[in-house]
Each structure stands twice: as structure tokens, then as C-alpha cells.
């Protein structure tokens, strides 16, 4: 079983030969007299695999908000898959877009079973209600918790996981829908060693596979950056503090200054490892 379904991408937006999947135009968040993201500009392609970086605050997940279509700018424009935000139905959209994260976590009633986890993101739901499932969705749903080695846990209650077993549901539920953008808002966190690099491994196959969404992955270590992701993107308070092909960003130079700490990045084959300057 793939993950990843789709043989023939409906083309978004084209922006000369390239297709955007994602541009956010000078895109502003303002909450109160706090602004939270300021005048972001930043293009997603479709053959691009990015990673958002940046200090806690530095408004990442509200980022990844804006781009899964759950949070509209204060000013800027969001088109998203080829739809303006504001100007398009967000429920036809949302089964577009894979996203897992926190937030949307916490949504999941923990007396909800596993298998209705990733049931009911084929309809952009949370909590299981009175819709009725086709055979084929029961299917797609355990062919994806088999990719994510957590198919025997099916029949469990959501609430009983362990940390590590709740974010590889989660991604298995983000998949679901079969999105054309992937966005999981730092799907390492709370993982042992072993189950982040299982992660690091699965994300690096869905990375390299053609058939797979566009991804954008947050995360706060770029030990977690799996092979293949092509971009980086560095955010410091609520702005873009750099920008690119991972190999320019992820630097010493440009971490230092998104983190405000002297750093030192290492990349040891495809892989990056960061530590204090000494
Ligand atoms: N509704 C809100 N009202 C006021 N401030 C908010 C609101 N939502 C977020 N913020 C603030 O915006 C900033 C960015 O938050 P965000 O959650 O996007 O950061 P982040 O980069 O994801 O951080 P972390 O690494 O801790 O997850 C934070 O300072 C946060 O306190
Ligand atoms: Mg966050």
C-alpha cells in the first residue's frame, strides 16, 4: 500500500512554468495590537518539500493556520491550491489539505476510536457523528495506519496512545483524504529516539515519492529535517528571516540570527545536526 494515491495532480495556479501550490502575499496577522505574522511573502511550488524553522512565538503554527486555510490574514493574500482565501468555500478545500498538529489533536475526543481518528478526516471532522462509511474508506483507513505501523491499534480509544503512537495516527488521519498538500505542525515532538527517526524515514519516503502532497513540516531541531525536503524557510518574530534551498539556509549564519544564539550547523550526508558554538 502507498500512502499517497495520486497519479495525475490537478494543475493549480501557473506562475509561469512553475504551478504554486501555496502563496501567501505579504500576509499579516494581527491579534489586539500583537502582530503575529508581518508581511510574509512566500511561494510553495508543487515539487517542493519544505521545513519552517524559528524560535517558540516565532509564529509558525499560526503560519501553518493561515496556509490550511483555518485562519484568513488581517491583511495579504493566502491563494491555496489555487483558491483565494475569502473568496472560496474553506469545507471544499479543506479535504485538499492534510494537516497535523496540535491543535487539532487536542479537537479529538479521546473516547474516539483510532480507526474513526482517520475515518472522519474524509470529512474534515473531528469526532465521529451519524456519517456512514463506504468499505473502500475502512480500506484506505487501515492500509494508512499499516504505513504507520499503528494498524493494531485500531480498535483502541484515541485517549489511551502513547505521545509517539498519537502523532503516527495523526499523520495516517492527515493522508486520509489523499490531500494535495501535507502540512504537519511538529509531528516529532514528544517522540523517543527510535520513533523520531522512524518518522524522520517515513516522512524522507513520502518525500521522494511524486505521487505524495507537497509537505511542509515544522519542527524545532534540524536533526528532524528528513531527506529530500528541498526548502527551508526561517521565521523570527512573525517575519521571514531567510528563505530558500535548504543547503543555503540551513547555515550557521542564518540559524544564528532566526534563533539569536551563535550556532553551529553540521550536515553529515543528507542529514543536519545543530549545537551552541563553543
Ligand atoms: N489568539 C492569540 N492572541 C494573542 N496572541 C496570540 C494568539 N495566537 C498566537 N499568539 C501569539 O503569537 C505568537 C506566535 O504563536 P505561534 O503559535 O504561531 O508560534 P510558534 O512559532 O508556533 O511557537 P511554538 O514553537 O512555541 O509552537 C506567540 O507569541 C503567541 O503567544
Ligand atoms: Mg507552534
Same mark, same amino acid.
Given at each position: 500500500?502507498?500512502?499517497?494515491?495520486?497519479?495525475?495532480?490537478?494543475?493549480?495556479?501557473?506562475?509561469?512554468?512553475?504551478?504554486?501550490?501555496?502563496?501567501?502575499?505579504?500576509?499579516?496577522?494581527?491579534?489586539?495590537?500583537?502582530?503575529? !505574522?508581518?508581511?510574509?511573502t512566500w511561494t510553495?511550488?508543487?515539487?517542493?518539500?519544505?521545513?519552517?524553522?524559528?524560535?517558540?512565538?516565532?509564529?509558525?503554527?499560526? !503560519?501553518?493556520?493561515?496556509?490550511?486555510?483555518?485562519?484568513?490574514?488581517?491583511?495579504?493574500?493566502?491563494?491555496? !491550491?489555487g483558491a483565494r482565501l475569502g473568496r472560496v468555500d474553506v469545507f471544499e478545500l479543506r479535504p485538499r489539505i492534510g494537516l497535523a498538529s496540535a491543535a487539532l489533536?487536542?479537537?479529538i475526543p479521546p473516547?474516539?476510536?483510532?480507526?474513526?481518528?482517520?475515518?472522519?478526516a474524509a470529512y474534515s471532522q473531528t469526532g465521529r457523528w451519524r456519517e456512514r462509511y463506504e468499505t473502500l474508506d475502512h480500506d484506505r483507513a487501515h492500509a494508512l495506519l499499516n504505513v504507520f505501523d499503528v494498524d493494531h491499534l485500531a480498535g483502541r480509544l484515541f485517549g489511551t496512545l502513547?505521545?509517539?503512537?498519537?502523532?503516527?495516527?495523526?499523520?495516517?488521519?492527515? !493522508?486520509?483524504?489523499?490531500?494535495?498538500?501535507?502540512?504537519?505542525?511538529?509531528?516529532?515532538?514528544?517522540?523517543?529516539?527510535g520513533a523520531r527517526e522512524e518518522l524522520v524515514g517515513a516522512l524522507a519516503e513520502l518525500?521522494?515519492?511524486p505521487r505524495c502532497p507537497v509537505l511542509v513540516l515544522v519542527t524545532h531541531h534540524v536533526e528532524e529535517i528528513p531527506p529530500g525536503f528541498t526548502h527551508a524557510l526561517l521565521l523570527?518574530?512573525?517575519?521571514?528571516?531567510?528563505?530558500?534551498?535548504?543547503?543555503?539556509?540551513?547555515?550557521?549564519?542564518?540559524?544564528?540570527?532566526?534563533?539569536?544564539?551563535?550556532?553551529?550547523?553540521e550536515r553529515r550526508d543528507d542529514r543536519f545536526a545543530a549545537r551552541a558554538s563553543r
Open positions: 500500500m502507498r500512502a499517497c494515491n495520486q497519479n495525475v495532480r490537478p494543475a493549480p495556479v501557473s506562475v509561469g512554468l512553475m504551478s504554486s501550490v501555496l502563496e501567501l502575499q505579504d500576509v499579516t496577522v494581527r491579534r489586539g495590537t500583537t502582530t503575529i !505574522l508581518d508581511s510574509i510553495v511550488n508543487d515539487d517542493e518539500r519544505w521545513v519552517v524553522l524559528g524560535r517558540n512565538g516565532a509564529g509558525k503554527t499560526t !503560519l501553518i493556520q493561515v496556509a490550511a486555510g483555518r485562519l484568513h490574514p488581517s491583511s495579504g493574500t493566502a491563494t491555496i !491550491l489533536a487536542d479537537r473516547g474516539e476510536t483510532v480507526l474513526d481518528v482517520v475515518l472522519t502513547s505521545e509517539g503512537e498519537r502523532k503516527r495516527v495523526q499523520i495516517a488521519r492527515s !493522508l486520509m483524504t489523499d490531500p494535495e498538500i501535507l502540512l504537519l505542525d511538529e509531528p516529532g515532538a514528544g517522540l523517543d529516539l518525500a521522494g515519492d523570527k518574530d512573525g517575519r521571514v528571516s531567510a528563505a530558500g534551498p535548504v543547503t543555503e539556509v540551513i547555515r550557521s549564519e542564518q540559524l544564528s540570527e532566526a534563533f539569536g544564539l551563535a550556532l553551529e550547523v
